[in-house]
């Protein structure tokens, strides 16, 4: 129900089996062998919790699974883990980590995942995870919701399969179309009405559920018939770990299609206004008016990026000098974090561009240093590499402050070191070395702290994207390890920490810091070359 149309048209058509597709990405079967053992943990829990109350499903091939599962819901047990749930007359097939009896008979879903459903704030209505019982659900004042779309799908069709097999709550009964998701942090079930409107115009999560459905059935049936392909390829952000990329990109590079520099709703409206190709885009006037209105971009922008791609420019200039805040004490910030778990590693590189002073010894030498937990995290540990680092950090700070020196400190993309910064603070609150909240976001709010992704956004367009491995080799910068990369980082600390039950292995901890030294280097490249006369090298979007 989530997934792009065209790969459900794919995933159906049997003459696409020598399509080429992209290689099995080990980070995903990673990441599921997670999501498993976090299930399992979770499962353990509530059988200890719930006693006699709770009965699970033994593990077998799937017809045996259901009619366990029946029998079950038969005898109106509490709660039933690792639910079958029957196919229903649609087609429809799935499985509950939970089903929970509710008053009045039948059965809520409730799905455990391996991501944060929850943020700090208040709102969210929530059970402890030991009382999964729907009808106790409270306002949480310490929780609001996270979007997860793809949970709340999910739960979705679980009820309307629940509803086929007669295992539903009455339409007229307390816990109808609810659903529950136990996250990451696992201390509570997050419950929400199926009924409200969470969709854009409120539509319902049930009502977009079943119009999603009735277009995906309607995709894959074509599909498997042979008939005329109800999608086309277009390049939306699944592309990026979708088996199937290779073959789209193959047909849309050769129509040069203009999702290749416009994504999503942008191409969408392009092409109901008969732009389909890239060169179609750049032919346009930018100065004229747009040929309908455009989500997300300025209509000449759009021109200008498809310019831009044409002549193969990874980035094109908005202006002729961009603004870079720069300052005589200057640290360069990456974090490394393991999933949903834990920030792991902290690194930063500092530099004096005004030069040495007397008393800079204070600060320490000039380059590169780490702060880091190799205990699997979470980890307590995880407190004291986050103390070291803001507490270096601080004396950075202070010490610039004392010799009348300015300070900046430079990430790329902030979201992920904020939310770690914060994260961190709020978790080992009251432990030695670290700050108070508020002192944190006194940092975060500063404007000493630059985001440069904040800065290539907003000075620059990038026709190939704006991640920081795509716009550093502009500057001249290369990693040294070729395979560097978020996703292949996470197998690396696995290995790092021993987590699969081998011995730690060093080599890939050193590989780990390499990495991170890379990234902040890659990010004081990066500022340094915006800073400079090579600049000039780059062709300005009104030149092209």
Request: a negative charge.
């Amino acid at each position: 129900m989530t997934r792009c149309r065209r790969r459900i048209h794919l995933d159906n058509d049997p003459q696409a089996a020598s399509e080429p597709r992209a290689l099995p990405d080990p980070a995903l079967e990673q990441r599921r062998a997670d999501a498993a053992e976090h299930r399992a943990r979770i499962a353990a829990e509530l059988a200890g919790a719930l006693g006699e109350g709770w009965h699970s499903v033994p593990e077998g091939d799937r017809a045996s699974r259901i009619a366990a599962t029946a029998e079950l819901v038969e005898a109106g047990v509490p709660v039933i883990g690792n639910a079958a749930l029957p196919q229903d007359p649609a087609g429809r097939r799935g499985a509950a980590e939970l089903l929970v009896r509710v008053p009045g008979g039948g059965y809520a879903p409730v799905i455990v995942v391996r991501h944060r459903v929850t943020d700090p704030g208040s709102g969210a209505f929530t059970t402890p995870l030991r009382e999964p019982w729907p009808a106790l659900a409270a306002p949480d004042p310490a929780r609001k919701v996270r979007s997860q779309p793809r949970d709340l799908l999910r739960l979705a069709h679980l009820v309307r399969m629940l509803q086929a097999a007669g295992w539903a709550p009455a339409a007229d009964v307390q816990g109808s179309d609810v659903g529950g998701v136990v996250g990451l942090d696992a201390d509570v079930v997050v419950w929400h009405d199926l009924r409200a409107g969470h969709w854009p115009g409120l539509r319902s999560t049930m009502d977009e559920y079943d119009a999603r459905f009735v277009d995906r059935e309607a995709v894959a049936r074509a599909a498997a018939a042979g008939g005329p392909a109800l999608a086309a390829p277009s390049r939306v952000l699944e592309c990026r770990s979708c088996p199937w990329w290779p073959t789209c990109e193959t047909v849309l590079s050769q129509a040069r299609d203009v999702s290749l520099v416009v994504r999503g709703e942008t191409a969408v409206a392009l092409r109901e206004a008969g732009i389909r190709t890239v060169d179609e885009l750049a032919a346009l006037d930018p100065t004229g008016e747009p040929p309908v209105a455009l989500p997300g971009m300025a209509f000449a922008d759009t021109v200008a990026l498809a310019r831009g791609w044409g002549r193969g420019l990874a980035v094109v200039r908005r202006v002729p000098r961009v603004p870079v805040r720069r300052a005589d004490v200057e640290v360069d910030v990456d974090m490394e974090s393991f999933g949903e778990s834990g920030a792991y590693l902290w690194g930063a590189l500092l530099t004096l561009p005004g030069g040495v002073r007397e008393g800079d010894d204070v600060l320490g030498p000039e380059g590169y240093r780490s702060f880091a937990t190799w205990e699997p995290v979470p980890t307590e540990d995880e407190a004291r590499s986050f103390a070291e680092f803001w507490t270096w950090l601080s004396r950075v700070r202070a010490r610039a402050a004392e010799t009348g020196r300015t300070f900046a400190a430079y990430c790329y993309n902030e979201q992920a070191e904020n939310r770690w910064l914060l994260g961190s603070a709020r978790r080992f609150a009251g432990r030695p070395g670290i700050p108070p909240i508020a002192e944190v976001e006194e940092f975060i709010a500063a404007d000493s702290w630059v985001d440069l992704f904040a800065v290539v956004n907003d000075w620059f367009l990038c026709a190939q994207g704006k991640g920081l491995k795509k716009v550093a080799p502009v500057a001249g910068f290369a990693w040294r390890d070729p395979e560097a990369g978020g996703e292949n980082s996470m197998r690396w600390y696995r290995d790092a920490v021993g987590m699969d039950g081998e011995e730690p292995d060093p080599a890939q901890r050193m590989r780990l810091l390499e990495y991170n030294a890379d990234d902040v280097h890659a990010t004081h490249a990066l500022r340094h070359w915006m800073c400079s006369p090579s600049i000039d090298d780059v062709p300005l979007a009104s030149e092209l």
